[in-house]
Each structure stands twice: as C-alpha cells, then as structure tokens.
C-alpha cells in the first residue's frame, strides 16, 4: 500500500508562487506515475499536472506555462511548483500516485490527504 504525504500548501496574494511537496512511502519503486489534482468548492476534481517514472509530464489546461511537476525518485517525492497564481486556482491539492499505465481519464489509484491553497485577489 502506497501512502503519500503533502505538504507546502497556504495563503498567497494572487501573481505569487507556492511549491507543493509530496512524500511516497510503502512502494515507491512500483509507483509508474504521480501527478496533482485539486478540487475548489462546487466543482469537480481536476487532474492538473502529472509525470511518469520516464519523466514525460502532462498538464490540465488551466495550468499550463504556471505550474511545473518534477519528481526526485531518490527522495520519493514530486514537486508542485505553482506560479503566476489566481484566485481560481483555490482549491485543495491531492498528490496522486499510481501503479498502472498514465491515463488521465482514470482516477488515480492512490491519493494523500490534501492541503489546501488559497489564492487572495
């Protein structure tokens, strides 16, 4: 069983930056790809960023040019780097891991706890 840690979430002015950092425990090694998704009030979980064990890396619309996802296999950890924020981007941030193919059109198999970022305008 696979158990991610997150953390890094808080309060930030909009235009400004935060990085999430997600720890792996219990079976790093059988982890294929790890990624982020969030969920604001009233709206539906949105996978927003994702990278395989061969590093490709994939990104939600929404994000793309503001959000960069790295992952350090010898830490057992991926990264979230959040730039450029907006006060849509509040939400609650889950790291995701999975042991299968990437497929962003599949519910990730494992997700963290969640921490929660809030964009002020």
């Known amino acids: 069983q696979v158990q991610l840690v997150e953390s890094g979430g808080g309060l930030v002015q909009a235009g400004g930056s935060l990085r999430l950092s997600c720890v792996a425990s219990?079976?790093?090694?059988?982890?294929?790809?790890m990624g982020w998704s969030r969920q604001a009030p009233g709206k539906q979980r949105e996978l927003v960023a994702a990278i395989t064990r061969s590093g490709h890396t994939d990104y939600a619309d929404s994000v793309k040019g503001r959000f960069t996802v790295s992952r350090d296999n010898a830490k057992n950890t991926v990264y979230l780097q959040m730039n450029s924020l907006k006060p849509d981007d509040t939400a609650v941030y889950y790291c995701n891991a999975d042991r299968g193919e990437y497929d962003s059109t599949r519910p990730p198999q494992y997700w963290g706890q969640g921490t929660q970022v809030t964009v002020s305008s």
């Open positions: 219990g079976g790093f090694f059988s982890i294929e790809w």
